[in-house]
Nanobody, 124 residues
Framework: QVHLVQSGGGLVQAGGALGLSCAAS????????IGWFRQAPGKEREFVAQ????????NYADSVKGRFTVSRDNVKNMVTLQMNNLRPEDTAVYYC?????????????????WGQGTQVTVSS
C-alpha cells in the first residue's frame, strides 16, 4: 500500500515557475514508478510526466517537454515536479500517482494509487 500526499501549486503568472511535491508513505514506494497527470475543467485527465522506480528514466508529454522536470528521492520517499516557463494552458489540477508496472505509463488506469490533487493556475 502506498499513500500519496501532494503539496505545492498555486497561482503564478505566465512565464513563472512552480514546484509540486508528492510525499509517499509505505515501504514499497521505491518499487513504484510515479506519474504526474493533470485535469483541466471540462477536459479528460492527461499524462504529464513519469519517472521510473529507480529514477533512471523519465518521460514527458510533448506539451511540457523542456519546461517540466520530474525527479525523485527514494530515501525521502518524495517525488517532485518542477514546472518552468508556465503557460495559461498549464492551468489544471495536478495529480501524482504510483504504478507498480510502468509499461503503460501514459494511461491513468494503469496507476494503483493517487494523490489528492493540487491546483495550478497560470494567469496570462
Amino acid at each position: 500500500q502506498v499513500h500519496l500526499v501532494q503539496s505545492g501549486g498555486g497561482l503564478v503568472q505566465a512565464g513563472g515557475a512552480l514546484g509540486l511535491s508528492c510525499a509517499a508513505s509505505g515501504r514499497a514506494f521505491s518499487t513504484y514508478s510515479i506519474g504526474w497527470f493533470r485535469q483541466a475543467p471540462g477536459k479528460e485527465r492527461e499524462f504529464v510526466a513519469q519517472i521510473t522506480w529507480d529514477g533512471r528514466f523519465t518521460n514527458y508529454a510533448d506539451s511540457v517537454k523542456g519546461r517540466f522536470t520530474v525527479s525523485r528521492d527514494n530515501v525521502k520517499n518524495m517525488v517532485t515536479l518542477q514546472m518552468n516557463n508556465l503557460r495559461p494552458e498549464d492551468t489544471a489540477v495536478y495529480y501524482c500517482a504510483a504504478d507498480s508496472d510502468s509499461d503503460h505509463y501514459r494511461r491513468a488506469e494503469s496507476y494503483d494509487y493517487w494523490g489528492q490533487g493540487t491546483q495550478v493556475t497560470v494567469s496570462s
